[in-house]
């Protein structure tokens, strides 16, 4: 195990570090003293690294993150793992608005709750979140899952085009083309999956599935009052 | 009895044809007009300016044989990589999707014969256009279509896209006719579905957060590369200003003669200012903060010829960028194709069906019969042709007003023809000293 602290090397440092470190380093475990809140910690990794941040950080932590396992050991500011490629990035406290947007692909898993437009624009993303999310979540998702294991707010999945939703509590309400639709057993195995992954304890058969209605994919003024 | 002689039948100015043909339209269909382009209106332009020239009171450069530089780095201000240009003149944004790979791949050819950048656009990076680019600046927009952290660091800029001329305040639409296989896995989208953009980025709101979001992106990239910020000519003295509190290194404004790929018609001729009218309160707003020339500027919109470049550059503009004006270099609304223009029910020259992919240039389409008519190195090298018939155009016009450069061209060269050019120009009306709203009137 390595350290880095952020009160002596500073978020470039950091990152310098980080991002220098060849793909196959045997120096895979480091810990990230100090994040103070900071903005963009551990952005753009590519490596297969273990990194463990102790405290909370601000926006963008673990942006673009291809191949690493980041663990959050405190709260994340907006847009944590945006636009992800691949790699885990797990977050033990909430996480502020935008986690996950554009994610192409990796595992986020926000233990406690996350803000809005959770998933906005994912492209490939798992999102597993043990509390709720905010209003705008999935918003024009195209691809990948997002499983909610409280509540959604208003307008989840709006003008969403094909993103899986699964949610085990209560939906404020659906966005423009966003429907209920049947949980299979593709579903099933796809969400266990999922929850197994998160280390979450609730089963697949607690939650709702919601996608898209497509009607909205091809544009129809006989359609035009959802929006 | 003598007859009274008729009055000859007299159309509406206010409903003159197109707008009944419009009404027309709407009426049997339902839903608004989208086409391509910029605004088609006439509007205050370039053309509504004047260069003095040089006699005595200004000592003129002799034109074969004295130089006059073109080249402009762009950059300067955080960039660890500063990226140099031999002309004043870039190729716009444009993205895989609304243009056809032989498209991009000519773009690439022609702007780097020519010295110079060319962008990617809604939609990502493809290997034609960075093989064949030598300096590619990567648009990074709201929907992040075909986003990753390699091409990031394969681009030699980033230009985030806020807002453009033809649509400020709106996102982007490729209708379904135009997504093919390829474009529908570069975006991550089900084949043949309506694609629309966001309008707002889905991770940043505000000038505090794209600070940030700057700050992020030059983490990734090791604070290499130089950061653009793409602004429709919105509100420009606000906007740019915001733009440079930010962190911009460069500010790309377009204003509403800058062409889309689709939008509505009713967008593309009611939002926004014209290019004129938003170059001098960016150049205040990059004064004001100590920042002109430090921050570039990169004007488009309407650019035709090296007398436009001349006078964007002269109102104190650092570069500008062309995208219609390319389009029609590489062949687009040629007359080659009249018949078959017609046969879509326009003509060469006025075709704007950008959207619906049956392109007879083979440039706006994802058909592969149609993209093929389009050879990329003959189409590559008549866009390098043109890039360099207009920068001996501005290097002509700076010559005659005593420019040694291109960028030391000076609003003081110029005068103006019409008052409404005056005011938006802020430079005196030919014959007089008077600038509207200076000097007391």
């Given at each position: 195990?390595?350290?880095?602290?952020?009160?002596?090397?500073?978020?470039?440092?950091?990152?310098?570090?980080?991002?220098?470190?060849?793909?196959?380093?045997?120096?895979?475990?480091?810990?990230?003293?100090?994040?103070?809140?900071?903005?963009?910690?551990?952005?753009?990794?590519?490596?297969?690294?273990?990194?463990?941040?102790?405290?909370?950080?601000?926006?963008?932590?673990?942006?673009?993150?291809?191949?690493?396992?980041?663990?959050?050991?405190?709260?994340?500011g907006v847009g944590t793992a945006e636009n992800m490629m691949s790699g885990v990035v797990w977050v033990k406290g909430n996480s502020s608005e935008s986690a996950g947007a554009t994610g192409n692909g990796g595992l986020l898993v926000i233990d406690g709750d996350a803000s809005s437009r959770c998933g906005i624009s994912m492209k490939g993303i798992d999102i597993v979140v043990g509390?709720?999310?905010?209003?705008?979540?999935?918003?024009?998702?195209?691809?990948?899952?997002?499983?909610?294991?409280?509540?959604?707010?208003?307008?989840?999945?709006?003008?969403?085009?094909?993103?899986?939703?699964?949610?085990?509590?209560?939906?404020?309400?659906?966005?423009?083309?966003?429907?209920?639709?049947?949980?299979?057993?593709?579903?099933?195995?796809?969400?266990?999956?999922?929850?197994?992954?998160?280390?979450?304890?609730?089963?697949?058969?607690?939650?709702?599935?919601?996608?898209?209605?497509?009607?909205?994919?091809?544009?129809?003024?006989?359609?035009?009052?959802?929006? | 009895?003598?007859?009274?002689?008729?009055?000859?039948?007299?159309?509406?100015?206010?409903?003159?044809?197109?707008?009944?043909?419009?009404?027309?339209?709407?009426?049997?269909?339902?839903?608004?007009?989208?086409?391509?382009?910029?605004?088609?209106?006439?509007?205050?332009?370039?053309?509504?300016?004047?260069?003095?020239?040089?006699?005595?009171?200004?000592?003129?450069?002799?034109?074969?044989?004295?130089?006059?530089?073109?080249?402009?780095?762009?950059?300067?201000?955080?960039?660890?990589?500063?990226?140099?240009?031999?002309?004043?003149?870039?190729?716009?944004?444009?993205?895989?999707?609304?243009?056809?790979?032989?498209?991009?791949?000519?773009?690439?050819?022609?702007?780097?014969?020519?010295?110079?950048?060319?962008?990617?656009?809604?939609?990502?990076?493809?290997?034609?256009?960075?093989?064949?680019?030598?300096?590619?600046?990567?648009?990074?927009?709201?929907?992040?279509?075909?986003?990753?952290?390699?091409?990031?660091?394969?681009?030699?800029?980033?230009?985030?896209?806020?807002?453009?001329?033809?649509?400020?305040?709106?996102?982007?639409?490729?209708?379904?006719?135009?997504?093919?296989?390829?474009?529908?896995?570069?975006?991550?989208?089900?084949?043949?579905?309506?694609?629309?953009?966001?309008?707002?980025?889905?991770?940043?709101?505000?000038?505090?957060?794209?600070?940030?979001?700057?700050?992020?992106?030059?983490?990734?990239?090791?604070?290499?590369?130089?950061?653009?910020?793409?602004?429709g000519g919105a509100r420009p003295y606000y906007d740019v200003a915001l733009a440079v509190k930010a962190g911009a290194d460069v500010v790309v404004l377009d204003g509403m003669q800058g062409g889309t790929a689709a939008t509505q018609e009713v967008f593309i001729e009611h939002v926004g200012q014209p290019t004129l009218a938003c170059i001098r309160p960016a150049v205040r707003a990059?004064?004001?903060?100590?920042?002109?020339?430090?921050?570039?500027?990169?004007?488009?919109?309407?650019?035709?010829?090296?007398?436009?470049?001349?006078?964007?550059?002269?109102?104190?503009?650092?570069?500008?960028?062309?995208?219609?004006?390319?389009?029609?270099?590489?062949?687009?609304?040629?007359?080659?194709?009249?018949?078959?223009?017609?046969?879509?029910?326009?003509?060469?020259?006025?075709?704007?069906?950008?959207?619906?992919?049956?392109?007879?240039?083979?440039?706006?389409?994802?058909?592969?019969?149609?993209?093929?008519?389009?050879?990329?190195?003959?189409?590559?090298?008549?866009?390098?042709?043109?890039?360099?018939?207009?920068?001996?155009?501005?290097?002509?016009?700076?010559?005659?007003?005593?420019?040694?450069?291109?960028?030391?061209?000076?609003?003081?060269?110029?005068?103006?023809?019409?008052?409404?050019?005056?005011?938006?120009?802020?430079?005196?009306?030919?014959?007089?000293?008077?600038?509207?709203?200076?000097?007391?009137?």
């Open positions: 195990m390595n350290e880095l602290d952020v009160k002596t090397v500073g978020v470039r440092g950091i990152n310098l570090h980080l991002n220098g470190l060849p793909k196959n380093t045997n120096e895979k475990h480091w810990v990230i003293k100090n994040p103070m809140g900071q903005h963009s910690i551990a952005v753009g990794l590519s490596a297969p690294l273990q990194v463990d941040i102790n405290g909370h950080v601000g926006f963008y932590c673990g942006g673009m993150n291809a191949h690493a396992e980041l663990t959050i050991h405190g709260h994340a509390g709720n999310v905010g209003h705008m979540s999935a918003f024009m998702g195209q691809r990948g899952n997002l499983v909610i294991c409280g509540d959604a707010g208003d307008a989840l999945g709006d003008s969403i085009y094909e993103a899986h939703l699964y949610v085990k509590g209560k939906v404020a309400s659906l966005g423009a083309d966003c429907i209920e639709k049947e949980m299979r057993s593709e579903h099933i195995s796809e969400l266990e999956r999922l929850l197994k992954a998160a280390k979450r304890r609730e089963k697949p058969a607690e939650f709702r599935r919601y996608g898209s209605a497509r009607k909205l994919y091809n544009f129809s003024v006989d359609h035009a009052d959802a929006y | 009895m003598e007859k009274t002689p008729p009055t000859l039948p007299r159309k509406s100015a206010t409903f003159d044809d197109y707008t009944l043909s419009e009404i027309r339209r709407a009426a049997s269909t339902g839903i608004y007009d989208i086409r391509g382009g910029g605004a088609k209106r006439k509007l205050p332009h370039f053309d509504d300016l004047l260069f003095l020239g040089a006699s005595i009171s200004r000592y003129p450069l002799e034109g074969y044989r004295e130089k006059c530089g073109t080249n402009v780095v762009l950059g300067t201000r955080f960039a660890k990589k500063p990226i140099e240009l031999k002309i004043p003149i870039t190729i716009a944004g444009m993205s895989f999707g609304s243009l056809s790979a032989q498209a991009k791949e000519a773009l690439g050819r022609g702007a780097t014969i020519a010295g110079t950048s060319t962008t990617t656009g809604d939609g990502g990076m493809t290997v034609e256009e960075r093989g064949h680019s030598e300096i590619l600046v990567y648009q990074y927009l709201p929907s992040r279509y075909g986003m990753n952290p390699d091409d990031l660091r394969r681009a030699d800029a980033i230009e985030i896209v806020i807002g453009q001329g033809a649509k400020p305040g709106g996102g982007g639409m490729l209708l379904g006719q135009k997504i093919s296989d390829r474009v529908a896995a570069m975006r991550c989208l089900p084949k043949g579905i309506d694609q629309r953009s966001a309008c707002r980025h889905p991770d940043w709101t505000g000038p505090d957060d794209l600070e940030i979001k700057i700050n992020e992106l030059r983490e990734i990239t090791n604070w290499e590369k130089p950061i653009y910020i793409k602004i990059l004064q004001e903060l100590g920042m002109h020339r430090k921050v570039q500027l990169i004007v488009s919109g309407g650019i035709r010829n090296g007398a436009d470049v001349a006078k964007a550059l002269a109102l104190g503009v650092d570069a500008v960028s062309i995208g219609t004006a390319a389009l029609v270099a590489l062949g687009d609304n040629d007359p080659h194709w009249e018949s078959e223009y017609n046969a879509l029910g326009t003509t060469a020259g006025a075709y704007d069906d950008w959207h619906e992919g049956k392109d007879p240039a083979g440039i706006t389409t994802q058909n592969p019969d149609l993209a093929k008519r389009l050879d990329p190195v003959l189409a590559g090298k008549r866009l390098s042709n043109y890039l360099k018939v207009m920068t001996l155009e501005t290097q002509t016009i700076a010559r005659a007003n005593g420019k040694s450069h291109v960028h030391n061209l000076e609003p003081e060269d110029l005068c103006a023809l019409t008052v409404e050019a005056a005011a938006m120009a802020q430079v005196p009306l030919a014959g007089t000293s008077w600038i509207p709203g200076k000097g007391g009137y």
